[in-house]
């Protein structure tokens, strides 16, 4: 006859299974509670959704922002694009835009945030992105040393995964709190930031060793992760082939300031001028798009008092840049112009 374990083997069996059903409880419930709440508003529960953004940061603002049937045009970068007024172009174009470019991305981040918006707008009428330097790497993986809530825009079992962490917890509180409040505080529904006080806070503009900054060259050979082949065409024409033709696309290539150009010649400009040739190639296979490329020497490249940084313009650049987009958009759609 088999022995029997132990009384107390058998009682610290049961606490064992008991509470781990009480973890596996009090976690599904948690996060039940989690998704119909939807602390972000990404629309997967619209039980106590209103539609207005809450003040947050632009890495979960695009949640609500990116879904939002009020906008059938966006602009998707990084702070290279984000002084576009999504606003002036709307007058412009008469198509109503949402800013949804966030600081600090690269092309993996921003064709995410353009897989989300092109989930709920699948036949949106036109769309800005910017191609800076960050789309020049030759890692096609485009890695970034800052953190990405892929999670929140991404498929249900990834939600479900990014919601189980102590953060989304903190904001969930917050946003109940913002619920109940009377005269809850919203940010702007379009995106749009006005960066500028935030750079003149810190001298730039102002201060003469900033400014100095400006008129430092930049060395004639390429970074090391920058030197080509350029794994952007073939990621560019996987995304383009999931835009509606009749979608009017506008490739920006952001003004930098001229000191920040690689010297004639040299094979950091070889490079360089590589990669915004395949992007070229790429863009080209879109049947309504077209490039606006500041990037070619223009004289607005050489004021000082037009830039913060070598590659951070300020508003007088971003409005004129803002008016060549608009243009281009409504070359696109001749037939749906003003």
Not at 87 to 113: C, D, K, M, Y
Request: aromatic fraction near 10%.
């Amino acid at each position: 006859m088999a022995a029997h374990p132990p009384a107390s083997d058998r009682a610290w069996r049961g606490f064992v299974a008991t509470a781990l059903l009480a973890v596996a409880a009090l976690t599904f419930g948690t996060l039940l509670l989690t998704v119909a709440l939807d602390p972000f508003d990404t629309g997967r529960s619209t039980l106590l959704s209103r539609m207005a953004v809450r003040p947050q940061g632009p890495r979960t603002a695009i949640a609500l922002r990116g879904r939002d049937p009020a906008f059938t045009g966006a602009v998707i970068g990084n702070s290279h694009i984000q002084l576009i007024e999504p606003a002036a172009l709307s007058r412009e174009t008469g198509i109503p835009f949402v800013q949804l470019s966030i600081p600090a991305t690269g092309p993996a981040e921003q064709f995410a945030i353009l897989g989300w918006f092109l989930r709920h707008h699948p036949h949106p009428d036109a769309l800005v992105l910017s191609a800076d330097a960050f789309w020049c790497a030759d890692d096609p993986s485009f890695p970034s040393e800052h953190g990405f809530p892929y999670w929140l825009i991404g498929d249900w079992p990834s939600y479900l995964r990014g919601l189980l962490r102590f953060t989304v917890a903190q904001e969930t509180a917050v946003r109940i709190g913002w619920l109940l409040h009377p005269r809850r505080k919203k940010a702007a529904a379009d995106g749009w930031w006005d960066y500028e006080s935030n750079y003149l806070s810190q001298g730039f503009g102002r201060d003469p060793t900033l400014i100095a900054r400006l008129e430092r060259p930049v060395g004639p050979e390429p970074e090391a992760h920058r030197a080509g082949p350029f794994p952007i065409a073939g990621r560019l024409e996987t995304i383009l082939a999931g835009i509606p033709a009749e979608t009017a696309v506008v490739l920006v290539f952001p003004p930098v300031y001229a000191a920040s150009e690689p010297p004639p010649g040299s094979s950091r400009a070889a490079a360089e001028t590589a990669c915004r040739a395949a992007i070229r190639t790429a863009f080209a296979k879109h049947s309504r798009g077209a490039i606006v490329d500041w990037r070619d020497g223009r004289p607005q490249s050489r004021e000082p008092a037009l830039f913060f940084d070598q590659t951070h313009y300020r508003l007088p650049l971003a409005r004129a840049l803002t008016a060549d987009i608009a243009a281009a958009i409504l070359r696109l759609r001749p037939a749906r112009g003003r």
